[in-house]
T-cell receptor
């Protein structure tokens, strides 16, 4: 149980385009989903926390207009990188948790490369 | 706020030898503690977690960790490693299902 999927696993796009990454909890309802960013050989940095049906809470320094997060249902959250630039190239990982479930379960990650 | 310090950035170890990865945390409230493993180009997989109860926690793949409240530590151990244990290991702390604070990670390289 507690499986989280991400799609796509890898995406290459041109500078200036937008990219959408999906995060799904497959066998449980996730009241809270988290989006992380990981640079090579570094730890995970939390970008934002999203609760189903409400606006995401962004960490300091994360541009909410650039990284649009939508958590429309208890099983799906999306991260859209708008007007992507090469410096946005990174590994994006989502995780999901529920109230009463004191553990986050992580997706496999999405590798974004902006040319 | 809580924070995590992983004391070793890299740990080389020979196959079938024991390994210990050190993790210390700081927090003004009770926390939950986790160890995750990340294989190259993959997401994080939960190894084990401490929520309450017994301070010795057993996880998957033969790993175990011991919560020591007085020393604010949660060290991870495995008595005999395999080549397949080569990966990045992250210690993390959270309060309920809220922000996970990760350590910087420890790279374990197992050599034959």
């Amino acid at each position: 149980g507690a499986v989280v999927s991400q799609h796509p696993s890898r995406v290459i796009c041109k500078s200036g385009t937008s990219v959408k990454i999906e995060c799904r909890s497959l066998d449980f309802q996730a009241t809270t989903m988290f989006w992380y960013r990981q640079f090579p050989k570094q730890s995970l940095m939390l970008m934002a926390t999203s609760n189903e049906g409400s606006k995401a809470t962004y960490e300091q320094g994360v541009e909410k207009d650039k990284f649009l997060i939508n958590h429309a249902s208890l099983t799906l959250s999306t991260l859209t990188v708008t007007s992507a630039h090469p410096e946005d190239s990174s590994f994006y990982i989502c995780s999901a948790g529920t109230s009463g479930l004191e553990t986050q379960y992580f997706g496999p990650g999405t590798r974004l490369l902006v040319l | 706020a809580q924070s995590v310090t992983q004391l070793d950035s890299q740990v080389p170890v020979f196959e079938e030898a024991p390994v210990e990865l050190r993790c210390n945390y700081s927090s003004s409230v009770s926390v939950y503690l986790f160890w995750y493993v990340q294989y190259p180009n993959q997401g994080l997989q939960l190894l084990l977690k401490y929520l309450s109860g017994s301070t010795l926690v057993k996880g998957i793949n033969g790993f175990e960790a011991e919560f020591n409240k007085s020393q604010t530590s949660f060290h991870l151990r495995k008595p005999s490693v395999h080549i397949s244990d080569t990966a990045e290991y992250f210690c993390a702390v959270s309060v309920r299902v809220s922000k996970l604070s990760f350590g910087a990670g420890t790279t374990v390289t197992v050599r034959a």
